[in-house]
């Protein structure tokens, strides 16, 4: 059994796959309190889905695009069935995941969109840094940049674990709201770091409240 806070289709609007359709399946809880986290109504709500609900409906909305998310959605032990099913069913699968749990045991085949904590997100230490060993060449990290600091410290961890070249993108995303996309910008662009800047597309063509978007 799953507890799913909600099951949408919408545009991806974040990593490499931005602007594609996608059906987004977020999981309910987390442990961790991210202060610029902008999904806190997934720690609690959610319904209790079993496998098998779950894959009819992602089916229902006829779109081979699904990203797994939450919450954190490695909580919960189902979730990998759940994504080696969507897997044999053919769909290209997505998980996005906060970077302190385990990812080893996440199916071959999944796109692992790992977060690495930055000190402005009040969870820095909670980052397990073993996970960096079990990135592919199909994973994606991001970094959500709250300022300068925030800054320093990604860029010091993308040169020192190597990460451009051994995964497909290094994502420095400013948090939305709070530090100036332009701002960000021009600091990739002064150090030559060779990451991308990312933006959360859904916010700019919905509502950044806007919720199942």
Known sequence: MLTVNEIFHSIQGESTHAGRPCVFVR???????CRWCDTPYAFHDGRRMTVDEVIADVDARGCDVVEV????????????????????????????TGGHRRIAEIPAGVIRIMDVKCPGSGEAESND??????????????????D??????????????KLVGRVNAVLF??????????TLSQWVIDDRLPVRVQLQVHKYIWSPTTRGV
């Not at 410290?153 to 993308?158: C, D, E, K, R």
């Open 27 to 33: 999981l309910t809880a987390c442990d961790l309190r």
């Open 173 to 182: 995303s400013p948090v939305h709201g709070e530090l100036d996309p332009k």
């Open 69 to 96: 998310t939450g919450g954190e959605p490695l909580l919960q032990a189902d979730v990998y069935p759940l994504m080696q099913r969507l897997l044999d069913s053919g769909k290209t699968v997505l998980i996005e």
């Open 148 to 161: 300068r600091a925030d800054y320093e410290f990604a860029s010091t961890i993308v040169r020192r674990e």
């Open 129 to 146: 840094w073993e996970n960096l060993a079990y990135l592919t060449p199909r994973d994606e990290v991001k970094f959500v940049i709250a």
